[in-house]
T-cell receptor, first 108, second 112 residues
Framework: GQSLEQPSEVTAVEGAIVQINCTYQTSGFYGLSWYQQHDGGAPTFLSYNALDGLEETGRFSSFLSRSDSYGYLLLQELQMKDSASYFCAVNYGQNFVFGPGTRLSVLP | DTGVSQDPRHKITKRGQNVTFRCDPISEHNRLYWYRQTLGQGPEFLTYFQNEAQLEKSRLLSDRFSAERPKGSFSTLEIQRTEQGDSAMYLC??????????FGSGTQLSVL
């Protein structure tokens, strides 16, 4: 089956670093993506890991370990505008299966 | 790049009525996806098109749902005999040659 787990909520202060984890129980996928969604908005692409290891895109980094069935999104130098929901998604080629999402609240 | 457009933004209907939503993907994208999202949940996959061919459909999808992409450009999603449980945000996404999905703003369906 296809099952992804994420923490439901994370809270951090402005300027801090936060890590959002994604664990999965699946195999045979092409890669792991991360999306950001503000309230009332559409999901927007943040990062993608096709291979194990770290991918860095500005303040955001994403990590994948297939052997550990685990990935994470790392957000550095948090800003108030980073308050949003974050979803991991497994790429099966013809469909992407999304996790339940983590709601990040950034406090001043 | 004009982005993915969805119409209408909001739809209120009575139970038992049929509704149809439209999605215009990014013009050079040949892959198109429909998702459904309820409050506090992640997007749930409904169906996938490559050009005009519908290649994947969720096994959870009721036969009241049908989607088309007749010329490989825009797509429509129809829900027949709507039920209150169909109330959700219906998202369309298109994809080019890389792994990025570009989502539209969605159609918020409310079934009364």
């Amino acid at each position: 089956g296809q099952s992804l787990e994420q923490p439901s909520e994370v809270t951090a202060v402005e300027g801090a670093i936060v890590q959002i984890n994604c664990t999965y129980q699946t195999s045979g996928f092409y890669g792991l993506s991360w999306y950001q969604q503000h309230d009332g908005g559409a999901p927007t692409f943040l990062s993608y890991n096709a291979l194990d290891g770290l991918e860095e895109t500005g303040r955001f980094s994403s990590f994948l370990s297939r052997s550990d069935s685990y990935g994470y999104l790392l957000l550095q130098e948090l800003q108030m505008k980073d308050s949003a929901s974050y979803f991991c998604a497994v790429n099966y080629g013809q469909n992407f299966v999304f996790g339940p999402g983590t709601r990040l609240s950034v406090l001043p | 790049d004009t982005g993915v457009s969805q119409d209408p933004r909001h739809k209120i209907t009575k139970r038992g009525q049929n509704v149809t939503f439209r999605c215009d993907p990014i013009s050079e994208h040949n892959r198109l996806y429909w998702y459904r999202q309820t409050l506090g949940q992640g997007p749930e996959f409904l169906t996938y098109f490559q050009n005009e061919a519908q290649l994947e459909k969720s096994r959870l999808l009721s036969d009241r749902f049908s989607a088309e992409r007749p010329k490989g450009s825009f797509s429509t999603l129809e829900i027949q005999r709507t039920e209150q449980g169909d109330s959700a945000m219906y998202l369309c996404a298109s994809r080019g040659q890389n792994e990025k999905l570009f989502f539209g703003s969605g159609t918020q369906l409310s079934v009364l």
